[in-house]
């Protein structure tokens, strides 16, 4: 599977911003998604997961109530909402792929390159 996230940029704090991943190789909908960050100087970390069917996801602490993950299989794409965006969510974020089973490990099978996400205060 490639992935390719986009959508990143330059936002204030409070503001939105959506990023996309499409995916393309394999059957999307085999797959469970993810999204995971690095900031500057920290290890990578889990922010949202999506199963396979959208009927089940999972959210880092720190960003539930304003992330939403989601997925549209027709068009091989994951996404992610971000609201009321904060300082600290500046990263790159990267969506992965893994065969059949959710997880918020980051026990993927297949990742993209990234995009960042820088938020000023």
């Known amino acids: 599977v490639q992935l390719q996230a986009s959508g990143g940029g330059l936002v204030q704090a409070g503001g939105s911003l959506r990023l996309a991943c499409a995916a393309s190789g394999r059957t999307f909908s085999n797959y469970a998604m993810g999204w995971f960050r690095q900031a500057p100087g920290k290890e990578r970390e889990f922010v949202a997961a999506i199963s396979r069917n959208d009927k089940n996801t999972y959210y880092a602490d720190s960003v539930k109530g304003r992330f939403t993950i989601s997925r549209d299989n027709a068009k091989n794409t994951v996404y992610l909402q971000m609201n009321n965006l904060k300082p600290e969510d500046t990263a790159v974020y990267y969506c992965?792929?893994?065969?059949?089973?959710?997880?918020?490990?980051?026990?993927?099978?297949?990742w993209g390159r990234g995009t960042l996400v820088t938020v000023s205060s």
């Open positions: 992965a792929a893994k065969m059949i089973v959710v997880t918020t490990t980051e026990k993927y099978d297949y």
